[in-house]
């Protein structure tokens, strides 16, 4: 009978007014959030971006100092003969096209031959294949 007189004592009475709603203890934190919004859609990427990000050139097959030097050394063999800096670039330009034309050629040869290694055969049947007639 204890229990039932507890429980009839926190019941307030049916007249008394209710209390006031107290505060929210972290009033900013119960602010209304804004509603989400989506970010703009993307558009696609200007001229401008696109060379901006456009990937560095590859480093050449032949490294220009070394080739530059080559090509001088090869100039000082004969007096009064220079090569200009312009005129050594397009020759490593020229070169680095050649070679990759042939390996690109031993490649295939090899490929022909249903294998990933080049041999010495696919070297002298592209060298064959490329002899000037005429």
């Known amino acids: 009978m204890a229990r039932a007189k507890q429980a009839a004592a926190k019941k307030p009475p049916k007249n008394a007014p209710s209390p006031a709603p107290k505060p929210p203890k972290n009033a900013c934190s119960r602010a209304p959030k804004p509603p989400k919004t989506r970010p703009p859609p993307r558009?696609?990427?200007s001229l401008w971006e696109k060379l901006r990000r456009s990937p560095k050139p590859p480093l050449g097959l032949l490294p220009a100092a070394s080739f530059r030097a080559s090509v001088r050394s090869a100039a000082a063999l004969r007096e009064g003969f220079g090569v200009q800096a312009g005129a050594a670039a397009a020759l490593r330009e020229g070169c680095e096209a050649h070679l990759l034309a042939l390996l690109e050629a031993w490649g295939l040869c090899a490929l022909h031959a249903k294998r990933s290694v080049v041999r010495v055969a696919d070297v002298s049947l592209?060298?064959?294949?490329?002899?000037?007639?005429?």
Not at 126 to 134: C, E, I, N, P, Q
């Open 126 to 134: 592209v060298r064959s294949l490329r002899v000037k007639r005429g």
């Open 43 to 45: 558009r696609p990427p």
